[in-house]
Protein backbone atom coordinates (compact mmCIF):
# COMPACT_ATOMS: atom_id res chain seq x y z
CA UNK A 1 0.00 0.00 0.00
CA UNK A 2 1.78 2.95 -0.76
CA UNK A 3 2.11 6.12 1.75
CA UNK A 4 -0.79 8.18 -0.37
CA UNK A 5 -3.55 5.64 0.31
CA UNK A 6 -2.61 4.89 4.03
CA UNK A 7 -2.80 8.72 4.49
CA UNK A 8 -5.60 9.10 3.27
CA UNK A 9 -6.70 6.10 5.10
CA UNK A 10 -5.89 7.04 8.14
CA UNK A 11 -7.55 10.29 7.56
CA UNK A 12 -10.81 8.89 6.97
CA UNK A 13 -10.74 6.93 9.84
CA UNK A 14 -9.72 9.99 12.06
CA UNK A 15 -12.78 11.80 10.27
CA UNK A 16 -15.15 8.56 10.97
CA UNK A 17 -14.56 8.03 14.50
CA UNK A 18 -15.26 12.07 14.89
CA UNK A 19 -18.20 11.71 12.96
CA UNK A 20 -18.97 8.80 14.89
CA UNK A 21 -18.19 10.80 18.13
CA UNK A 22 -20.66 13.47 16.78
CA UNK A 23 -23.83 11.91 15.83
CA UNK A 24 -22.97 8.01 15.90
CA UNK A 25 -23.16 5.58 12.87
CA UNK A 26 -25.92 7.56 11.33
CA UNK A 27 -23.89 10.81 10.67
CA UNK A 28 -20.57 7.79 9.64
CA UNK A 29 -22.69 6.52 7.01
CA UNK A 30 -24.27 9.98 5.68
CA UNK A 31 -20.01 11.09 5.31
CA UNK A 32 -19.76 7.71 3.49
CA UNK A 33 -22.62 7.76 1.53
CA UNK A 34 -21.32 11.34 0.22
CA UNK A 35 -18.33 10.05 -0.36
CA UNK A 36 -19.43 7.61 -2.43
CA UNK A 37 -22.24 9.40 -4.34
CA UNK A 38 -19.10 11.74 -5.33
CA UNK A 39 -16.66 9.28 -6.51
CA UNK A 40 -19.53 7.96 -8.69
CA UNK A 41 -20.13 11.01 -10.47
CA UNK A 42 -16.36 11.69 -10.39
CA UNK A 43 -15.65 8.42 -12.12
CA UNK A 44 -16.53 9.01 -15.61
CA UNK A 45 -14.44 12.19 -16.11
CA UNK A 46 -11.68 10.20 -14.66
CA UNK A 47 -11.44 7.48 -16.96
CA UNK A 48 -12.11 10.12 -19.65
CA UNK A 49 -8.86 12.42 -18.03
CA UNK A 50 -7.05 9.10 -17.99
CA UNK A 51 -7.71 8.28 -21.34
CA UNK A 52 -7.06 11.78 -22.74
CA UNK A 53 -3.34 11.62 -20.82
CA UNK A 54 -2.66 7.76 -22.45
CA UNK A 55 -4.01 9.08 -25.96
CA UNK A 56 -1.69 12.60 -25.89
CA UNK A 57 1.50 10.09 -25.38
CA UNK A 58 0.88 7.93 -27.80
CA UNK A 59 -0.25 10.57 -29.95
CA UNK A 60 2.44 13.64 -29.60
CA UNK A 61 5.69 11.94 -30.04
CA UNK A 62 8.30 12.35 -27.38
CA UNK A 63 10.25 14.41 -29.69
CA UNK A 64 7.58 16.90 -30.16
CA UNK A 65 7.27 17.28 -26.55
CA UNK A 66 10.87 17.68 -26.25
CA UNK A 67 11.01 20.04 -28.76
CA UNK A 68 8.31 22.74 -27.84
CA UNK A 69 8.19 21.54 -23.89
CA UNK A 70 11.25 20.41 -22.92
CA UNK A 71 14.43 21.70 -21.81
CA UNK A 72 15.58 23.26 -25.07
CA UNK A 73 12.48 24.95 -25.22
CA UNK A 74 12.98 27.67 -23.20
CA UNK A 75 10.79 30.34 -22.05
CA UNK A 76 8.82 29.59 -24.91
CA UNK A 77 7.95 26.19 -23.88
CA UNK A 78 6.63 27.55 -20.48
CA UNK A 79 4.47 30.16 -22.15
CA UNK A 80 3.53 27.16 -24.34
CA UNK A 81 2.49 25.43 -20.88
CA UNK A 82 1.01 28.43 -19.67
CA UNK A 83 -1.27 28.74 -22.18
CA UNK A 84 -2.14 25.13 -22.31
CA UNK A 85 -3.14 25.08 -18.51
CA UNK A 86 -5.90 28.31 -18.90
CA UNK A 87 -7.18 26.65 -21.96
CA UNK A 88 -7.86 23.12 -20.53
CA UNK A 89 -11.03 22.63 -19.10
CA UNK A 90 -11.00 19.88 -16.03
CA UNK A 91 -10.32 19.52 -12.39
CA UNK A 92 -7.03 18.27 -10.87
CA UNK A 93 -8.67 15.01 -12.49
CA UNK A 94 -7.51 16.23 -16.05
CA UNK A 95 -4.43 18.21 -15.56
CA UNK A 96 -2.62 16.28 -13.06
CA UNK A 97 -2.51 13.32 -15.27
CA UNK A 98 -1.68 15.32 -18.57
CA UNK A 99 1.49 17.11 -16.38
CA UNK A 100 2.51 14.15 -15.29
CA UNK A 101 2.40 12.50 -19.24
CA UNK A 102 3.84 15.81 -20.46
CA UNK A 103 6.76 15.26 -17.88
CA UNK A 104 7.47 11.60 -18.72
CA UNK A 105 7.36 12.32 -22.47
CA UNK A 106 10.10 14.89 -21.67
CA UNK A 107 8.65 18.02 -20.45
CA UNK A 108 10.52 20.07 -18.60
CA UNK A 109 10.10 20.76 -14.93
CA UNK A 110 9.33 24.49 -15.17
CA UNK A 111 6.96 23.60 -18.57
CA UNK A 112 4.82 21.19 -15.82
CA UNK A 113 5.07 23.79 -13.09
CA UNK A 114 3.73 26.33 -15.85
CA UNK A 115 0.57 24.13 -16.64
CA UNK A 116 -0.67 23.38 -13.51
CA UNK A 117 0.41 26.91 -11.76
CA UNK A 118 -1.57 28.29 -15.28
CA UNK A 119 -4.50 25.78 -14.60
CA UNK A 120 -5.28 27.07 -10.90
CA UNK A 121 -4.92 30.98 -11.74
CA UNK A 122 -5.87 31.37 -15.35
CA UNK A 123 -8.80 28.94 -16.50
CA UNK A 124 -10.64 30.77 -19.12
CA UNK A 125 -13.21 27.83 -18.97
CA UNK A 126 -14.42 29.03 -15.52
CA UNK A 127 -14.05 32.88 -16.91
CA UNK A 128 -18.20 33.60 -17.29
CA UNK A 129 -18.99 32.61 -14.20
CA UNK A 130 -16.17 33.97 -11.96
CA UNK A 131 -17.41 37.31 -13.74
CA UNK A 132 -20.77 36.75 -12.98
CA UNK A 133 -20.48 35.90 -9.29
CA UNK A 134 -17.33 38.62 -8.37
CA UNK A 135 -17.98 41.06 -11.10
CA UNK A 136 -15.70 41.59 -14.23
CA UNK A 137 -13.50 44.24 -12.43
CA UNK A 138 -12.66 41.74 -9.56
CA UNK A 139 -12.21 39.22 -12.09
CA UNK A 140 -9.64 41.32 -14.27
CA UNK A 141 -8.16 42.25 -11.48
CA UNK A 142 -7.35 39.37 -9.97
CA UNK A 143 -6.16 38.17 -13.39
CA UNK A 144 -3.65 40.73 -14.06
CA UNK A 145 -2.64 40.34 -10.12
CA UNK A 146 -1.58 36.66 -11.06
CA UNK A 147 -0.50 36.82 -14.61
CA UNK A 148 2.76 36.65 -14.13
CA UNK A 149 3.19 33.93 -11.45
CA UNK A 150 3.12 30.73 -14.00
CA UNK A 151 5.75 32.42 -15.88
CA UNK A 152 7.93 33.26 -13.35
CA UNK A 153 7.11 29.83 -11.29
CA UNK A 154 7.93 27.82 -14.60
CA UNK A 155 11.32 29.67 -14.61
CA UNK A 156 12.45 29.23 -10.86
CA UNK A 157 11.48 25.74 -11.59
CA UNK A 158 14.27 25.01 -14.39
CA UNK A 159 16.75 27.32 -12.19
CA UNK A 160 15.92 25.34 -9.14
CA UNK A 161 14.88 22.28 -9.50
CA UNK A 162 15.90 21.35 -13.01
CA UNK A 163 18.33 18.97 -11.79
CA UNK A 164 15.62 17.10 -10.29
CA UNK A 165 13.54 16.37 -13.61
CA UNK A 166 14.66 12.93 -13.72
CA UNK A 167 13.90 11.95 -10.13
CA UNK A 168 10.42 13.03 -10.78
CA UNK A 169 9.85 11.25 -13.61
CA UNK A 170 11.11 7.94 -12.00
CA UNK A 171 8.93 8.74 -9.23
CA UNK A 172 5.91 9.04 -11.39
CA UNK A 173 6.97 5.69 -12.89
CA UNK A 174 7.03 4.28 -10.06
CA UNK A 175 3.62 5.35 -9.40
CA UNK A 176 2.10 3.68 -12.67
CA UNK A 177 4.37 0.67 -12.00
CA UNK A 178 2.44 0.29 -7.79
CA UNK A 179 -0.24 0.84 -9.67
CA UNK A 180 -0.45 -2.07 -12.61
CA UNK A 181 1.10 -4.40 -9.73
CA UNK A 182 -1.89 -4.05 -7.59
CA UNK A 183 -4.49 -5.43 -9.94
Known amino acids: ?7 MTLAACLLAALAFAQGGWPLVGQGLFTGLATAIQVLPLLVVAFAVAGLISVLISREA ?3 WLGRGAGFQGIFLAAIAGALIPGGPYVYFPLAATFLCAGADIGTAIAFVTAKNLWTLP ?3 MEMALLTPEITLI ?3 ATFIFPLVLGLAANFFFAHRVE ?3 QGIYALHRK ?3 SR
Open 167 to 169: DVR
Open 126 to 128: RLP
Open 1 to 7: MSKTVLG
Open 179 to 181: KNN
Open 65 to 67: IQR
Open 142 to 144: RYA
